[in-house]
């Protein structure tokens, strides 16, 4: 029995005790792998930094999995089960609600090919929401695809994300965050300065937006060192989506397609932090750690 399979019994097992109420869609013909199964082999494989399916299959290749679905299929069902997933996503990171209101919002690039060839690109063509030019400020570079917008609590779960064209500035993503949060601190860059919508979401949803000024503003103050400190936690969350679930690397050639990857990658990475602090009673962001 190979790694894969024992983490997947491990994660299979914390996904029946805990999401096993959300309910999917009924089948005519009830397949061999059920939902809850697909989506714990799709967290499975994202934690292992399986990024590929061809690679998938031949992990699973020779074990009790081989038989119950085929790669086409686990395809076209997994990208069916988006909402499913992010419900379960949603009910893991509603597990650590209860321990902060401070959050952190940031945004990061989603390149789905490089500039030289955006003008001939079909990948996400043909969808409602398509590709734009954009500018990462962070990496002073330019790109062409989507940003990914989220927002996690200073230990680093993920509690919101969106997706919008790459020229999409991030102080939108704010009008969003009125609906989903209350009550709270919350830590943003500099791309999130409007005094405007600062006002209209503490009258809203008392919602205190802190963001660092910039030198040439009136009355100047400098930001807090410790909110600095807090608001570096959703970047490092965001370089470990990055490296270990490899967040950046593009594979889909649709938009449902990448926002189904995009969700698996932050449902996994929340489901190891759920395992990390309520099961294995360890570091709750040490992610490279074996579950087996």
């Known amino acids: 029995m190979n790694n894969l399979i024992q983490n997947y019994k491990i994660i299979l097992e914390e996904l029946i005790n805990t999401c096993s109420h959300i309910k999917t869609k ?55 089960l988006f909402f499913y997933l992010e419900e379960i996503r949603r009910v893991l990171s509603a597990k650590f609600s209860d321990f902060t209101n401070v959050f952190i919002v940031d945004s990061t690039p989603l390149e789905i090919c490089k500039i030289s060839r955006a003008n001939r690109s079909g990948i996400c063509s043909t969808e409602n929401i398509r590709p734009e030019f954009g500018y990462c400020a962070a990496q002073k570079t330019r790109y062409f695809g989507y940003k990914l917008h989220a927002v ?8 919101s994300f969106d ?19 209350k009550n709270c601190l919350l830590i943003g860059d500099r791309g999130y300065i409007s005094e405007k919508l600062r006002v209209d979401l503490f009258n809203y949803s008392n919602i205190k937006l802190s963001v660092p000024m910039r030198k040439n503003q009136h009355e100047f103050v400098s930001f807090s060192k410790v909110k600095s400190k807090i608001r570096k936690r959703i970047e490092t969350a965001i370089s470990q989506l990055s490296g270990q679930f490899l967040l950046h690397i593009n594979l889909a050639k649709t938009f449902e397609g990448l926002a189904t990857r995009i969700t698996s990658k932050i449902t996994s990475f929340t489901m190891i932090q759920y395992l990390n602090f309520f099961i294995f009673k360890r570091s709750l962001n040490k992610i490279k750690i074996n579950l087996s």
Do not use: W
């Open 26 to 80: 009924p089948q005519i013909r009830v397949p061999k792998l059920s939902d809850l199964e697909l989506v714990a082999l799709n967290i499975t494989a994202e934690y292992m930094s399986i990024n590929s399916e061809l690679q998938l299959f031949r992990y699973i290749s020779k074990t009790e999995l081989e038989q119950k679905i085929e790669r086409s299929v686990y395809n076209r069902r997994k990208r069916k």
């Open 152 to 159: 996690c609590d200073k230990n680093g779960v993920f509690h």
């Open 163 to 181: 997706f919008s064209p790459a020229n999409v500035h991030d102080i939108n993503y704010l009008k969003d965050i009125k609906e989903n949060f």
